[in-house]
């Protein structure tokens, strides 16, 4: 990584910083960005399509890195709601908790959380890997069609309610499981997904797959029938 | 010997003979009646409104010399590239999923040769599409099913559904039949399964969180695109003044007599308002914030002629939308293929079973062999007439209104047959003075 180029968001606006992301080249050489005084601002560093590293010296509000492509984004400091929504590659790491709907609808790249994040945490997700540090709230992994969600800590009541394929990892304590998710026995193949994505997350050698539970789809609400009206 | 007079059997007009059947489908299978388009009742609608045309006080234009512009321009508040139509009737979303590709290709065609816009729909864009449509609106649904950066990069404008017409607060249905590999693998689904799309968007929730969304999209695509906000028809002047708040550069407002292509019933039925109650209070909240013909208007729901379509531009409407009429023009219900919609149970004109995927007209099907049936180039030129007719026909109706573009029609234009049109549009009863809710 090139010397950061430093942008300061006290003297410059959202549109200036953004614009001056997305109009890099693929094979740019100002690979490293470092955003002062973001101060909560909203669609930091939204709509990256190359590969740098944007470093964000604060809390971030709504939507950071959305859709991000290829770039590293890291939150030094908390994220807001929707940070990583629709991620398709690369990765963003918040250093802080992050907010409601974290990583929603992500089809691919990895979200690292340190801390806690929110409800919703990886709803509808579409193929993304998550994996959160502390815990998430209710409703994780709603509606979750592909990808990973792996909890270090607890998950909060109705954790992947209407699930699809996703694969959901969770460490701790689970406060209940949604319609249609249930507790999977995890196999050498999961043992080995969840390995790599620890290692992807750099938490290789801190705590090991069979401190989880695998939790999934129990493929009964796939079709609509009749005796299946009170799950929902 | 004479037998007594008796009474003849006579039906309740509570519990008709529809009402008889349902009940009994119900018991029989224990799910509710699934369908495709839009609602079947009989409703107030344009159908209840006239135009006065020119007299003594009132000045016609010449119908063959004369010029009655029709072009729009829509999002020109905040985006970098307003989009410009040739006419004031667009393509509504409809999903590739809902419809074959050769269906979506199809409108693509037409609207390109008519020089107006066409929609995605929940399952993201297909090539097809955008190569056939000179202007493309991607729809940005709460399933976010195929949604990604480069299709918003490579669409001319953004329409944020937040719902639609025939179930406003309800989320999509693509029954397994019509799960396909293809739609499968664009909306990241296993094949077969029965899908239910959400009903709330994900990452967002109120006018509040909409206006950070609304930015969220605005700097993912440098402020380049329209941004759409599409709500079904329910509360109009609240939706209206709130997408405008939150910064939408046009409002699109769907009746409940749109279309969809698999929704309850029930839902259809009963949940939503006509168009034609819609529009005058949309209408006010764009006037009372300034923004009326700045934040353009579009309203859709059984429209079906160029009267419709002048109809809803008289109240104040910058465009329209079609969905359901459009499918007609590509073949859709066409009376050739009557007797396999005999085989299906039904008949040609009614048949709304457009969630089971066996469309004989090869339209709303994802079977390779029924949607084969549908050549888009014949297709897409069938729309494309059918377009030019219904602007043909708006035209010839505002020239007789002495008015040089569509957008100056104007409710004074109009009157109503009916009370309750009178009510809803909020123009005399004919022969009146009288509009309910005024005084005299």
Same mark, same amino acid.
């Given at each position: 990584m ?7 968001l006290?003297q410059?606006s959202?549109r ?6 997305h109009?890099?080249?693929p094979?740019?050489?100002?690979t490293?960005?470092?955003?002062q005084?973001?101060?909560?601002r909203?669609?930091?560093?939204a709509?990256l ?5 944007v470093?964000i010296a604060g809390?971030?509000g ?13 939150v030094?400091?908390?994220a807001?709601t929707?940070?990583?929504?629709n ?7 918040v250093?802080?908790d ?9 089809h691919?790249g ?5 801390g806690n ?7 509808s997700?579409?193929?993304?890997d998550?994996?959160?540090k ?10 979750a069609?592909a ?6 800590? !607890?998950?909060?009541d109705?954790l992947?309610d209407s699930?699809?394929e996703a694969?959901l990892y969770?460490?701790g ?6 319609a249609?998710?249930i507790?999977?026995?995890m196999t050498?193949?999961d043992?080995?997904e969840?390995?790599?994505k620890?290692?992807?997350?750099g938490l290789d050698?801190q ?5 989880f539970r695998?939790?999934?789809?129990g493929?009964t609400?796939?079709?609509f029938?009749?005796d299946?009206a009170?799950a929902? | 010997?004479d037998?007594?007079p008796r009474?003849p ?5 509570t519990f !008709?003979?529809?009402t ?5 489908r119900a018991a029989?299978?224990?799910i509710y009646d699934?369908r495709?388009?839009?609602t079947k009742?009989k409703l ?9 045309g020119?007299s003594?006080s009132?000045?016609p234009l010449e119908?063959?010399?004369e010029?009655?512009?029709t072009e729009?321009?829509?999002g020109a508040?905040?985006?970098k590239?307003p989009i410009?139509?040739?006419i004031?009737?667009?393509i ?14 199809a ?11 066409t ?6 864009m297909?090539?097809e599409e ?15 099913y195929?949604?990604n950066?480069d299709d918003?990069?490579?669409a001319d ?6 719902g639609?017409?025939a179930?406003p607060?309800?989320?999509?249905m @693509?029954?397994?039949?019509k ?13 077969g ?11 967002w929730t109120g006018?509040d969180d909409l ?8 700097e993912l695509t440098?402020?380049?695109k329209?941004?759409?906000v ?7 002047y ?9 910064g939408a550069?046009?409002v699109?407002?769907d009746?409940?007599?749109g279309?969809?292509?698999a ?8 949940v939503g308002?006509?168009i034609?109650a819609a529009?005058?209070p949309a209408?006010r909240?764009l006037q009372?914030?300034g ?11 059984g ?10 531009l008289?109240?104040?409407a910058d465009?329209v939308s079609?969905g359901?009429?459009a499918l007609?023009?590509l ?5 050739a ?7 299906l149970g039904?008949t040609?004109?009614?048949y709304?079973?457009w969630h089971?995927g066996?469309?004989?007209?090869g339209i709303?099907?994802q079977d390779?062999v029924?949607?084969a ?10 729309l494309?007439?059918?377009l030019?007719v219904?602007?043909?026909e708006a035209?010839?109706?505002a020239?007789a209104?002495g008015?040089s573009?569509?957008h100056?029609?104007?409710?004074e234009?109009?009157?109503a @047959?009916?009370?309750?049109?009178a009510a809803?549009?909020q123009?005399?009863?004919a022969?009146t003075s009288?509009i309910p809710?005024?005084p @005299?």
């Open positions: 090139s010397a950061p180029h430093s942008f300061d006290a410059h959202v200036e910083l953004n614009a001056a992301l109009a890099l080249a094979s740019t050489n100002a490293g960005w470092l955003v005084n973001p101060d909560g909203h669609a930091l560093a709509g399509d190359v590969p740098v590293t470093e809390h971030a709504y939507y950071c890195a959305g859709m991000n492509q290829h770039a590293t984004v890291i030094h400091g908390s807001g929707g940070v990583a929504e991620m398709m590659s690369g990765r963003v790491h250093q802080g992050a907010s409601q709907s974290a990583g929603a609808t992500a691919g990895l979200l690292l959380i340190d994040a929110s409800a919703r945490c990886g709803i997700l579409k193929g993304a998550i994996v959160v502390g815990s998430v709230g209710h409703m994780a992994a709603f509606m069609q990808g990973t969600l792996v909890v270090l800590g !607890d998950a909060g109705s992947g699930i699809y694969h969770v460490r304590r689970v406060a209940s499981l949604g249609d998710c507790e999977v026995p050498a193949a043992r080995a969840l390995q790599e620890l290692q992807a997350a050698g705590v090991r797959p069979d401190e695998r939790y999934g789809s493929r609400l796939y079709h029938h009749v299946n009170a929902y | 010997m037998q007594a009474t059997p006579r039906f309740s007009a !008709d003979p529809a008889l059947a349902e009940i009994r029989a299978t224990g699934i495709g388009g839009g009742r107030p609608h344009f159908d209840d409104l006239l135009f006065l020119a003594i009132r000045y119908g063959y010399r010029r009655c512009g729009v321009v829509l508040r905040h985006a590239k410009t139509l040739k004031p009737i667009t509504a979303g409809m999903s590739f999923g809902s419809l074959s590709a050769q269906a979506k290709e409108l693509g065609r037409g609207a390109s040769l008519a020089g107006t816009s929609t995605t729909g929940d399952g993201g297909t090539n955008r190569g056939h449509s000179s202007v493309l609106v991607y729809q940005y649904l709460p399933s976010r195929g949604m950066p918003l990069r490579r404008a953004i329409e944020i559904v937040i639609q017409g179930k607060g309800g989320g999509g @693509l029954l397994g039949q799960i396909s590999p293809r739609v499968a693998a664009m909306r990241t689904l296993p094949e399964i029965d899908q239910r799309s959400a009903c709330r968007h994900p990452d006018p206006e950070i969304k609304i930015e969220e999209l605005r440098d402020w380049q329209p941004i759409y599409k709500v079904g028809a329910s509360r109009p609240y939706d209206t003044a709130l997408a405008v708040k939150s550069d046009v699109v407002i009746g409940m007599q279309g969809t292509a929704t309850q019933e029930v839902f259809i039925e009963h308002i006509p034609l529009i005058r209408v909240a009372e914030l923004m009326h013909r700045k934040v353009q208007l579009i309203v859709s729901g429209i079906r002629s160029g009267a419709d379509v002048a109809k809803a008289a109240l104040g465009a079609i359901t009429a007609v023009a073949g859709d219900n066409d009376p293929y009557e007797a396999e919609y005999n085989a039904t040609a004109g009614a709304d079973d089971e066996r469309d004989p007209a709303t099907t390779p029924l949607a049936r549908l050549d888009p180039v014949l297709a897409g030129r069938r494309a007439n059918y030019a219904l602007t043909l035209q010839a109706i020239r209104c008015k573009h569509l100056n029609l104007e409710p234009d109009l009157v @047959l009916t009370i309750e049109a809803m549009a123009v005399p009863l022969g009288w809710g005024q @005299l």
